[in-house]
């Protein structure tokens, strides 16, 4: 007998008990249609954070204070504490010579200030940029100008607030350009409105007001280095292409290094970091979630398949008389024990397309309840899951498949 | 098939022993049984509950093997075969007809006359038409898309019979085909065994309790114990359907005899 032709007796099996079948199936049903719907939904997380850090800026690197694991606790910290990060240290790394693979620098001090406007006030978040904030970090406006040359020099008090921030300040009034904002009793003009670039993986940059570096730094957040140096929180380093971005930050690296009178052998008292590793980093996170989120999905499709081979025990202790027919006219071992297999990966490969299906609608669902995600059906998850149900299916019917073939067809016939 | 040898004999067996353990205790079903079937022959085995029938037709349709003794079915020794080839010989030479029928119950007359068939490797198209023809030779043409629940008790064991037919085997054995039919049906069953064996020459063994069965072959063997006791030749054999059932006394005397 041919594979067709089992296959042709196990649909026939299946059909008639399609209530049984479909009652099976379900665990199959629902253990592919989450791991399609997980993995649907991971591959749009996942290109969802590669798209947010793309909106940060190309070929960026970041350089902090302090490193990751011995400071917790970030810029401001480390700039008490260690030597920090100063404009001179940002100025060094345009030199020509020693950092060829640096383009342009950007420069941030960041901190937090008592916000008032007509005698409310909450604490929100401040910036301080360089002029070139905005091409760095792809910031685009709405409305009026952004921080420039001459608010630098003037040390102006100027604002480019984010779009949060006019949602927070100025409820009644949609474009507050020339409205007076205190910021710790200072007084300052808004000037610009920028675009909403969203939340990225480190905060929502839209609810941060934006002032010149240099007003930050003489009036605002006034703290220097023992140079006489002003402290900066961040430097954005641009590199000039994608590919020399490593070497760019080999070379900040050894310039920092020297300014900061590291020994050969000591660590870093500084961060740089490119987009790339973030953006690994973040993966490596996700793929755990994903391999934790695969395990629960493979689970339920080993309690799916374990309800296969419960029913398939069932229906040969039900059909041993058929088996010993079978035989006596002539089936071999291996005729019985393929039209078992082939039920049981039948019903394994119908509930796993049953299931690709469920999971295209939850995947439906999921891009319907956040729309800033947009999951797709993912050709991998449905192959791996049809496969995998495939294997599920073959797996746990080979137990009850030897056990129907090994029946001896004499007792078999004579089986009530 | 293979019925080309030269040898007239469909079924030689010589000194067949069967014993089934039992925990500690053997039973000794057959305890030597010899004889032989020609080929076109039509008898009949008959014995006592326990005498070891159902044990003989076993061994005879390579369901069971012997634990000594020798077997030629059609001039091959079937005696000491592995699984893979009795399942061939099963599928090839012999056909079976069970006391309970033993068709698919959710498959249609056609399909279960189909079922040897599809395990002799026959095309599709060539399954139908024999299991049609099949299906005709025992009067049921008509019923071959009906399940068997749709059929009478006869009429499924006349199914069976064309299952038993369609793969041209060189013996038919049937354990007690009649058992589980009421007379008119028992004769129906007999009519179409008997016209098998004359008109198409199909050599047919049958396990029967019945003397009046046994009275419409041609030969008794009877067992008693594991042993043959009886082979003879039947002097009148009837014609299904024309002789009258006699009462059940002259039955009993008569196997007595
Ligand atoms: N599978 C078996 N296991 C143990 N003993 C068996 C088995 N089959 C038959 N026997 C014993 O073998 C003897 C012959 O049985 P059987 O061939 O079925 O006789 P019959 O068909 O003439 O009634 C009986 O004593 C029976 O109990
Ligand atoms: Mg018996």
């Known amino acids: ?416 | 098939m293979g019925q080309a040898n030269s040898n007239h004999q469909v079924i030689e067996i010589e000194n067949l022993t069967r014993t089934y353990r039992l925990g500690k205790i053997d039973v000794q079903a057959l305890r030597g049984v010899t004889f032989r079937v020609r080929r076109g022959e039509l008898l009949s085995v008959m014995g006592p509950s326990g005498s070891g029938k159902s044990t003989l037709m076993n061994l005879l349709g390579c369901l069971d093997q012997p634990d000594a003794g020798s077997y030629l079915l059609d001039g091959e020794e079937v005696g000491q075969l592995g699984d893979d080839q009795l399942a061939r010989i099963r599928n090839r030479s012999i056909g079976f007809i069970f006391q309970t029928f033993n068709l698919l119950a959710r498959t249609t007359a056609l399909a279960n006359c189909e079922l040897p068939m599809l395990y002799g490797g026959v095309p599709p198209r060539e399954r139908k038409e024999r299991a049609s023809k099949a299906l005709a030779e025992v009067g049921l043409a008509d019923r071959a898309d009906h399940h068997p629940n749709e059929l009478s008790g006869g009429q499924q064991q006349r199914v069976a019979i064309a299952r038993a037919l369609v793969n041209n085997p060189a013996v038919i054995l049937a354990d007690e085909p009649t058992g589980n039919l009421d007379s008119k049906s028992g004769i129906e069953v007999m009519s179409i065994l008997q016209s098998l064996n004359r008109d198409a020459g199909i050599t047919v063994l049958i396990v029967t309790h019945d003397p009046f069965i046994a009275r419409h072959t041609q030969r008794v063997i009877r067992l008693q114990d594991g042993r043959v006791v009886v082979d003879e030749a039947v002097a009148h054999p009837l014609r299904a359907g024309e002789a009258e059932r006699p009462s059940e006394v002259s039955l009993e005397e008569e196997a007595r005899a």
């Open chain 1, 1 to 416: 007998m041919n594979l067709l032709e089992s296959g042709r007796v196990a649909l026939g099996a299946l059909s008639a008990n399609k209530l049984r079948a479909a009652l099976t199936m379900l665990g199959i049903i629902i253990g592919v249609g989450a791991v399609v719907t997980l993995m649907s939904a991971g591959n749009a997380v996942e290109a969802y954070i590669t798209n947010q850090f793309r909106s940060i800026g190309s070929n960026l690197l970041f350089v902090a204070p302090g490193t990751f694991d011995s400071q917790r606790g970030g810029a401001a910290s480390a700039a008490i504490g260690g030597k920090g990060l100063t404009n001179g240290d940002a100025a060094a790394l345009l030199d020509p010579v020693l950092a060829p693979d640096v383009l342009a620098v950007g420069l941030e001090l960041t901190g937090a200030a008592v916000v008032d406007y007509r005698g409310e006030s909450r604490i929100l978040s401040i910036s301080g940029v360089g002029p070139n904030y905005d091409d760095l970090r792809n910031a685009k406006l709405s409305a009026g100008r952004f921080l420039d040359e001459g608010d630098q020099v003037a040390e102006s008090r100027v604002a480019v607030i984010g779009p949060l921030v006019v949602d927070e300040l100025f409820p009644e009034n949609a474009l507050p350009i020339g409205e007076q904002i205190r910021l710790d009793d200072i007084q300052f003009r808004v000037v610009g409105v920028l675009e909403s670039r969203g939340g990225s993986a480190f905060a929502n940059e839209d609810n941060i007001i934006y002032i010149p570096l240099s007003t930050a730094q003489t009036r605002v957040f006034p703290s220097r280095g023992r140079r006489g140096d002003f402290h900066i929180s961040l430097i954005y380093v641009q590199a000039i292409t994608e590919d020399r971005t490593s070497a760019a930050e080999d070379q900040i690296t050894a310039i920092l290094r020297q300014r900061h009178e590291i020994q050969s052998g000591d660590d870093d008292d500084f961060t740089a970091i490119s987009q790339a590793e973030i953006l690994t980093s973040a993966a490596g996170v996700l793929s755990v979630v994903t391999i934790f989120l695969g395990a629960i999905a493979a689970i339920s499709l080993l309690v799916g398949g374990i309800g296969i081979m419960n029913i398939m025990l069932v229906s040969v202790t039900e059909r041993t008389r058929e088996i010993g027919l079978r035989k006596a006219v002539g089936a071999r071992r291996r005729d019985i024990l393929l039209q078992f297999l082939l039920e049981s990966v039948v019903l394994a490969v119908a509930g796993g397309l049953l299931g690709v299906g469920l999971g295209g609608l939850g995947t439906a669902a999921i891009g319907r309840a956040a729309s800033d995600l947009a999951p797709q059906l993912s050709l991998q998850a449905v192959l791996l899951a049809t496969t995998f149900s495939g294997l599920v299916g073959l797996f746990f019917g080979i137990y009850p498949a030897t056990r129907a073939a090994s029946l001896n067809p004499i007792d078999a016939l004579r089986y009530e």
